[in-house]
């Protein structure tokens, strides 16, 4: 069976696995992508949390088996770690529990070998006679008979042809902070408090306070740790869900003043939630948004050949959610649909996604409430 080039809209992990799959069964695709080449080389150097359930079916497309694959996409693989998450773990991984890998060691294996056209910046689909014209921001106009967004949870492609598709916010306070310490400052103030785990957390009441490794080199171990509670009513300065993205950098003095009434704290959170420290970091206030794009909409997409995956069909909260996993997933499904299908139908794969999809946005809001104590909670 003879198959059109597929056209697929953002390099992240959903638009890559969807890419790697299809190259590897002799389906011709191009991606495209906003940022240059040097901007990705460089982009996304944080842990995410992947489960055995996502990343294995995408090994034999890899051609990696698993050890490997995790020893080069751990965050502590520098050091001969495979990433364990948890300190009470001692004897390796469960089936269930999975693994902390850097995206950005992730992606830099699935770009191998693929056609992306970087500097893309996608601002319009036109449908016209049976054929999609994608419109870039320099002028570049493309024809594709299939577009498929992977372009995250503020996809261009889904504004296409569902504009009023909004996101659920949820009401919590989350705050982000990135900083590096040295390896030896590690090893003497982290290391002996976290028994080999990246992924380390403390509750005190409803306040989630958590520290995870993104990456670890000769010279530095980078940091990313989050404050996070639910939203204390229409006074709360960390919970304006009508701020534009840009302003997600203004960080209030609410913040700074809620780490110091905290009190003394156990190490190594003491080290890393201190007032006058995280004044230093680069510090973002975010938003934790959900969004399921109705049935109807997904299909009068595709019926013009537009699809959408991973966190533009069904993006969930950053905390408590499972968007990497669900993102490969979807990339894995997609590839595998249209070597069996091609793509004259391609409304027929949501019909075995759509259920998957409402249980990903479902669970990671519950895992959210579940995450700061609020189990049951009607949000």
Not at 243 to 259: C, G, K, N, W
């Amino acid at each position: 069976m003879s198959h059109p080039t597929i056209s697929i809209v953002g390099a992240g992990l959903s638009g890559l696995v969807l890419g790697r799959c299809l190259k590897q069964r002799g389906i011709p695709c191009v991606i495209f992508d906003r940022d240059t080449a040097a901007a990705a080389a460089t982009r996304y150097s944080y842990g995410i949390t992947l489960y055995p359930w996502a990343y294995r079916p995408l090994l034999r497309y890899l051609d990696m088996n698993e050890a490997t694959f995790q020893k080069t996409v751990a965050v502590d693989s520098f050091i001969g770690g495979v990433g364990r998450l948890s300190r009470e773990t001692r004897h390796g991984l469960s089936e269930t529990e999975g693994f902390r890998a850097n995206r950005r060691k992730v992606e830099k294996i699935l770009r191998q070998g693929l056609d992306i056209r970087w500097e893309h910046d996608l601002t319009e689909i036109i449908s016209e006679e049976g054929s999609n014209s994608m419109v870039f921001g320099k002028g570049q106009k493309l024809q594709a008979s299939t577009v498929v967004g992977a372009d995250g949870p503020h996809s261009q492609v889904r504004k296409a042809f569902t504009p009023d598709s909004n996101f659920t916010i949820l009401p919590y306070a989350v705050y982000n902070g990135k900083c590096r310490v040295d390896p030896m400052t590690f090893e003497d103030k982290f290391a002996p408090h976290m028994n080999g785990a990246n992924v380390i957390d403390h509750r005190i009441g409803q306040t989630l306070l958590q520290i995870t490794i993104a990456d670890r080199t000769e010279n530095a171990v980078s940091i990313s740790y989050t404050y996070s509670r639910p939203a204390r009513g229409v006074a709360d300065l960390g919970f304006t869900p009508e701020r534009s993205a840009a302003s997600a950098s203004r960080i209030t003095d609410q913040l700074f003043d809620e780490v110091r009434s905290l009190g003394a704290l156990e190490a190594p959170f003491g080290e890393v939630f201190d007032a006058e420290k995280m004044r230093t970091d680069r510090l973002l206030n975010w938003l934790m948004r959900s969004i399921s794009v109705d049935v109807a909409e997904l299909d009068a997409g595709a019926g013009r050949g537009i699809l959408l995956v991973g966190d533009a069909a069904h993006a969930t909260p950053i905390l408590g959610g499972d968007g990497a996993n669900a993102a490969i997933q979807d990339g894995i499904d997609l590839a595998e649909y249209i070597v069996r299908n091609g793509t004259s139908d391609p409304a027929g794969f949501y019909g075995t996604k759509t259920e998957t999809w409402r249980s990903y946005v479902r669970d990671g809001e519950e895992r959210l409430a579940k995450m700061h104590g609020q189990a049951g909670a009607n949000l």
